[in-house]
């Protein structure tokens, strides 16, 4: 047991830095709504900072300038570490003014992606100023020790825990007790309600970057004797400290702190158990320790659907369609193999390397810029595969072809589990889930010598077709023109694949996720299947470009598939145009090793400085284009190749009215009973019940807060309820949202929730593409879209529409589904009274084609209009029901609208006469 304990003791020095860190993000989240991947750099940069003044020197990040500036002595412990503090404040004082102040507004997305740049920008100079080898550093704290059972534990790992500790309850009384802290609360809650109040967001926010770079320094300065300066290492502290932050959910001090050093601690124990037990790993189980708490936390916390309000919002820019590639790709291809007829050596392998990191780009595209899940594992999948097809050659005798395939389909069944988080939680949190991953994989398989080589290497087969070498060769022959062509091969399918798959219904399917999780639901597409699809399919392209690099270097080597290096590809892939194909074709033309990288090393020098340059390219992007390069390039108005012979109707072809249906009038097409929703101790809505019938329009009314969305979203399967639902009498109860879409249960937004990245006409045909109808998609998205007069904005992109016009593209998305029910929750909103006329007689013509119509709408004018029957909330529960003039007249809608008591209502025929029209002009 002992032992065990001395283990946890030897764990508070990592746990020490891990919630110094933590509490750093914290502190920085709190005050700019950052989660900053680059602080551990930062404690990096600090940390090397004190260890030059240490020796007498100081380091200047200036590219072009002496890398150092002799100060004739070496420094003390003291002036070392205070000029060291000051440069960690002025560093994060500069981070926020020049790169997050001006992203104050950006989603927290497009914040993490750039302070991933940032992070790359720190390390990449630290590397070409000082190197990457190891530096020691003094001791700080007195070298000493006590024992536990047998084991003696240094006291330094002790006095750093209680360090940090100390600063975690220090900046604890700053923020609950002084006035910057509160200050800083009240910010955090409310940028306006700051303003408003006479506290300057911005000073604020100046302030906590600079302290938290501060407290992140202090803990790279306190660990540098413990552990010896490593620029990958430390920088990968983030990881365990983005650990403890979830666990503090970016807000909690104390929690962060605490679970900071109890993953230190743990990952100590990890040590002791695999000397103790030979079944355990011997490399990972540190790393793992991390990647399970962020796994098991997430996973217990994240909901399948994001709720109401909470909707994750991107901003990756369009996904073009790409449309008319035949002749764009004969061109590229011709040019592709006269460059490399052309070129030998140095330029053919540059141009071997584009190649193959574009396939990887066409990988990125898939999953962050289709199904916008930012993934920074791609190239660890890719390594997954390198590795695998070594083991299938060696181990296993399979032979070329076989080998690379299920190799990429190895990749592509951890890309699945790499995937499954994302069935519970989106954002910034799966894309932590990623970074651990490719950390876990790194040190558990790549550089394991107990696995398939380890750091030394697995040799990788010559692959070989039907006897002819496909091999890239060695010495004059090196690279050979057959492996180009092989890689160039396998580039145009993964391209003419991806090409497919945007026009495909998955493709749609994929950005209407990627847009909004529960409109595309109400669509009735499966969201977590949709997300797996798209994991599954850009690991398997991943696992191709892994195939292909093992035959590049004919050895499965952990180097080329580094955790920072696949930041690294992220970076460039972004920066050239992560949503589209041709930017992933430039990415591979700018990626480390390929024809750019290798131009610009040779003509301008610039080598040293090429991950400096891509960390600022990213940082630019993310702040002034999110489309990335590839969408300023022109789009050349290629003449098409129709290859069916036939032409697709046009969206604003006229198309005749649908035909009513005939219904039992009798049989309701949509009951619901005993309808409850609780959130905590709050009645939300509290035994609803009601029947919409065929050829009916229901309007559902009431007060602000009365429940009307809130019930919407409890039949149609976005909130937890009790109660029955029933369709055509067919019970709905327990279904999710998209199988209660499917079954013809359809339902707009109040706010809309548009894909905005989508055309109008793709935005309909994701509505259309479910229904049971025997028309075909086109003819019924062109029909909806002329009935509701929107042909004239068909190839208009969502996100340039008016609010009006908004509306009324969320109306068509469900109408071209021809559902039993529509939801209509505020149609309405935002048309003037002459728009909003013209809707009810659209309405009018919807149910009499045969959809019943469930219609919340707060135009009283329209709804009184239209509709057959009204039913009336308040506070949760129905108050009335009836036709519209018996609710015109009903006392309970009056005190709900007006706050009048029920007893206050007259009798007589004149007060009632007055009252109605009195509540006719309050509605």
């Not at 190891?134 to 704290?141: A, K």
Request: hydrophobic letters at 50%.
């Amino acid at each position: 047991m002992t032992d065990h304990i001395s283990f946890l003791f030897l764990g508070l020095g990592n746990g020490a830095v891990y919630a110094a860190l933590g509490l750093a993000l914290v502190m920085t989240f709190k005050s700019s709504g950052v989660v900053n991947f680059a602080t551990g750099t930062v404690a990096l940069y600090t940390a090397y900072t004190y260890a030059l003044l240490r020796t007498g020197e100081f380091m200047v990040p200036i590219p072009g300038l002496p890398k150092t500036v002799d100060l004739g002595q070496p420094l003390g412990v003291g002036p070392a570490m205070a000029i060291s503090l000051v440069v960690a404040a002025v560093l994060g004082v500069l981070c926020y003014a020049l790169i997050f102040r001006p992203m104050r507004t950006a989603p927290v997305v497009a914040k993490a992606v750039a302070s991933i740049g940032l992070m790359i920008v720190i390390q990449a100079l630290i590397a070409q100023r000082v190197g990457t080898g190891l530096i020691s550093v003094e001791p700080i704290f007195r070298l000493d020790s006590f024992a536990i059972g047998d084991r003696n534990v240094p006291t330094d790992r002790v006095w750093l825990a209680v360090a940090v500790v100390a600063i975690a309850i220090a900046a604890l009384a700053i923020f609950r007790l002084t006035r910057f802290g509160v200050a800083t609360e009240a910010a955090a809650e409310s940028e306006k309600g700051a303003y408003l109040t006479g506290l300057s967001p911005d000073r604020i926010a100046f302030s906590n970057w600079a302290l938290s770079s501060v407290v992140a320094g202090l803990s790279g300065i306190l660990i540098a004797p413990l552990v010896a300066l490593n620029p990958v290492a430390y920088s990968l502290f983030i990881v365990p400290a983005l650990a403890a932050t979830l666990v503090g959910n970016f807000s909690s001090i104390a929690l962060t702190v605490a679970a900071g050093i109890t993953i230190g601690a743990l990952q100590a124990e990890t040590t002791n158990l695999q000397s103790l037990y030979e079944w355990m790993p011997k490399s990972g189980t540190a790393e793992a320790v991390s990647l399970l708490l962020i796994l098991g936390f997430l996973v217990l916390r994240g909901r399948p659907l994001p709720d109401r309000g909470s909707v994750v919002r991107k901003t990756l820019g369009r996904a073009p369609r790409p449309n008319n590639i035949a002749i764009p790709v004969l061109l590229s291809l011709g040019i592709v193999v006269v460059a490399l007829l052309a070129t030998a050596g140095s330029y053919r392998a540059a141009i071997i390397s584009s190649i193959i990191f574009a396939v990887l780009g066409l990988s990125q595209v898939v999953i962050t810029g289709y199904a916008g899940q930012i993934s920074l594992a791609q190239l660890t999948l890719a390594g997954v595969a390198a590795y695998s097809v070594s083991v299938l050659n060696q181990h296993l005798g399979v032979p070329f072809p076989f080998a690379p395939i299920l190799a990429a389909l190895f990749a592509t069944m951890v890309g699945v589990v790499v995937g499954l988080p994302a069935l519970r939680v989106r954002g910034l949190p799966l894309t932590v889930v990623t970074l651990a991953l490719a950390v876990f994989v790194e040190a558990f398989w790549f550089r394991n010598s107990d696995l398939n080589g380890g750091v030394d290497g697995s040799p990788v087969d010559t692959p070989r077709l039907f006897g002819i070498d496909l091999g890239i060769g060695a010495g004059e022959s090196y690279p050979r023109i057959p492996f180009a062509l092989l890689c160039l091969a396998v580039l145009t399918a993964v391209g003419l694949g991806v090409a497919w798959l945007r026009r495909s219904r998955l493709g749609t399917d994929m950005l209407a996720v990627r847009a909004n999780e529960r409109s595309a639901a109400a669509a009735g597409i499966d969201v977590s299947r949709t997300k797996l699809f798209a994991f599954a399919i850009s690991a398997f392209i991943a696992g191709l470009c892994g195939a292909l690099l093992g035959y590049q270097h004919s050895m499965a080597t952990p180097e080329p598939f580094t955790v920072f290096l696949g930041i690294s590809v992220f970076a460039i892939i972004y920066v050239a145009g992560i949503t589209s194909i041709t930017g992933a074709i430039l990415a591979g033309i700018m990626a480390p090793g390929g024809v750019l990288y290798l131009l610009v090393d040779r003509f301008l020098g610039a080598g040293d400085y090429y991950a400096v340059t891509s960390g600022v390219l990213l940082i630019v992007t993310v702040m002034t284009n999110p489309d990335g390069i590839a969408s300023k390039l022109p789009r050349l108005p290629w003449p098409a190749w129709n290859w069916k012979g036939r032409t697709e109707i046009p969206v604003t072809a006229a198309i005749a009215a649908p035909v009513p249906v005939s219904a039992d009038p009798a049989a309701p097409a949509f009951a619901v009973s005993g309808i409850s929703v609780d959130y905590g101790a709050v009645k939300a809505a509290t035994d609803i019940g009601f029947e919409v019938y065929p050829g009916e329009i229901v309007g559902l009314i009431g007060p602000n807060g009365a429940g009307k969305t809130t019930v919407i979203d409890a039949v149609t399967g976005f909130a937890v309820a009790t109660g029955s639902v029933r369709l055509a009498g067919e019970s709905l109860d327990g279904q999710a949202p998209h199988r209660r879409s499917r079954s013809g249960l359809g339902r707009s937004f109040q706010d809309v929730e548009l894909y905005d990245d989508l055309t109008v006409a793709e935005n309909v045909r994701v509505g259309a593409a479910r229904s049971h109808s025997e028309l075909p998609i086109a003819q019924r998205v062109s029909r909806t879209l002329s009935v509701l007069g929107l042909e004239d904005l068909a190839e208009r992109e969502a996100a340039s529409l008016s609010q009006g016009q908004r509306q009324l593209v969320s109306m068509a998305r469900v109408l071209a589904a021809e559902p039993k029910v529509a939801l209509l929750d505020e149609p309405a909103a935002g048309l003037d009274n002459t728009e909003s006329r013209w809707l009810g007689q659209k309405l009018r013509s919807v149910r009499d084609s045969g959809t019943a119509i469930l219609l919340v709408d707060h135009d009283m004018e329209l709804v009184l209009t239209i509709c057959d029957r009204v039913i009336v909330l308040d506070l949760g529960r129905v108050i009335a029901s009836g036709t519209p003039e018996e609710i015109r007249a009903h006392p309970d809608v009056r005190r709900a609208y007006l706050g009048m008591p029920t007893d206050a209502v007259e009798s007589t025929p004149e007060s009632r006469a007055a009252a109605t029209a009195e509540q006719e002009a309050s509605l």
